[in-house]
């Protein structure tokens, strides 16, 4: 009866349990049972509310985590996201009808939180003491946020220097124990692999399926702000691809269960310096071949060796998706047009906008198509870059759309002049 966890490599199954990894070493995926749930019972939930229905995570708890207890379920109503447009971002795109989902309005500020409220809810279920994670930054502010809610230890490894600020601030500021470790990314997520399981530690990262089934609640809900009226294109920035892989399964669990019609295409979106994904996609691959110097301005994708590659792959070709990638700087004059609309993002977010404009530019996405970007992460997770931005001083960047502030003397008339000016 209750859901199961597969193996997407060997196809062995295990019933939920302390466990996140076959034993062949590869990744599990949750299957769910026939879910019987219609379009009208979840539009009323979310009227009504109500723990748990009032995080836009656990609306959609059939979906997510069928047979927690409410008792272990630990949510801060993450979620809840809004959906905006701005003719500012529209032309830029050149895309009439581009819409932007803010995950960075998330209560730790990116869409982690849709993943780790089912994480550590199900660490909590099995009893866990100690939950881990490798991180560029979000994930452990995330990690740390909820660990702390449930009165879990939290250990986080990252990448020594190599983290936005707002994020480490975060992450040491709820209280989780910060390694810093000399190296990128990827060998803080090979080592904390090896720690998880030589340490009792329950490890939190996309690599453990519930985060994938929390983070389906994106495209759950957006589908729902859409009334259940598929948009024709998902654009969203890729890196570790445990949020492409996300969305193919809530696509695929959408149509299963006859909640959606029409599935949109997904288009991931790598920064150059890190596209690992896009390069496998575009030759034809069969295996990823790892890219051993990551380097991009946007930290959140600085990626080399992304652990999902093989469900994000199944994830493109069943919604007949595409990946691209983008320069440093098209992403940073991408952000700048979505901040000065008022909106705002972090860097890495805003590579869903610059991948939508080449793609608009290349013909992929067609006149009149309309597209969602997915907003990863808040604008203030990293303050360096936007006033490096602004005040020209990043290396490598030619900023579009510069605004820097102005320095003036304390004297009105000269303040004056310096406004006219
Ligand atoms: C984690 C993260 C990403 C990348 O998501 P993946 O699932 O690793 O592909 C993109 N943007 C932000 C802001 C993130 O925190």
Redesign the pocket.
């Known amino acids: 009866m209750s859901t199961s966890l597969v193996c997407i490599d060997c196809g062995a199954e295990y019933r939920p349990a302390d466990i996140w990894q076959c034993e062949c070493g590869g990744l599990l995926e949750v299957r769910l049972d026939h879910i019987n749930i219609s379009v009208r019972e979840l539009d009323k939930r979310a009227a009504a509310r109500g723990f748990p229905y009032d995080s836009g995570v656990w609306l959609f708890k059939e979906l997510v985590h069928k047979s927690i207890p409410n008792k272990c379920i630990v949510s801060r109503w993450e979620g809840n996201t809004r959906l905006y447009s701005h003719t500012k971002t529209s032309e830029y795109a050149g895309i009439k009808n581009l819409y932007m989902k803010h995950e960075g309005e998330n209560p730790t500020g ?1 869409f ?1 939180d849709r993943g780790m409220t089912v994480g550590v809810s199900e660490a909590v279920r099995i009893g866990a003491k100690i939950v881990c994670c490798a991180s ?1 930054g ?2 452990s502010a995330s990690l740390a946020s909820y660990a702390a809610l449930a009165g879990l230890k939290a250990v986080v490894f990252i990448p020594s220097g190599e983290i936005a600020y707002g994020k480490l601030a975060q992450t040491i500021a709820y209280g989780a124990k910060v390694v810093q470790v000399k190296g990128n990314f990827d060998d803080s997520m090979r080592l904390i692999q090896e720690a998880a399981s030589s340490l009792k530690m329950y490890i939190l990262n ?1 690599v453990n399926p519930w985060r994938i089934e929390g983070q389906k609640s994106i495209t759950f809900e957006l589908i729902q702000q859409m009334k259940w009226d598929s948009p024709d294109w998902i654009v969203l ?8 892989a996300a969305m193919g399964k809530a696509l695929s669990e959408l149509k299963e269960f006859g909640l959606i019609e029409k599935m949109p295409r997904i288009a991931a979106i790598q920064s150059e310096g890190a596209a690992p994904f896009y390069k496998l996609w575009k030759s034809g691959l069969h295996e990823l071949v790892r890219v051993d110097n990551p380097d991009t301005i946007a930290s ?2 600085k990626i080399g060796n992304p652990v999902s590659w093989k469900k994000a792959i199944k994830a493109i070709k069943m919604t007949n998706g595409v990946v691209e990638k983008v320069s440093d700087n098209q992403i940073l004059d991408a952000k700048a047009m979505i901040d000065s609309s008022g909106i705002g993002c ?1 860097p ?2 805003a590579a869903s906008l610059a991948g939508a404009k080449k793609l608009r530019k290349n013909g992929v996405i067609k006149e009149g198509q309309n597209v969602v970007c997915i907003l ?2 808040n604008i203030l997770k990293d303050p360096i870059t936007t006033v490096g931005y602004h005040t020209n001083e990043l290396k490598k960047i030619r900023p579009a759309f510069m605004n820097p502030p102005i320095e003036v003397d304390g004297d009105i008339d000269k303040i004056k002049k310096a406004l006219e000016s």
């Not at 920035?237 to 492409?244: H, I, M, S």
């Open positions: 990116s982690k560029t979000n994930t996309s920035p890729a890196g570790n691809l445990g949020n492409t959140a994708i972090e890495a977010s990863t992460g």
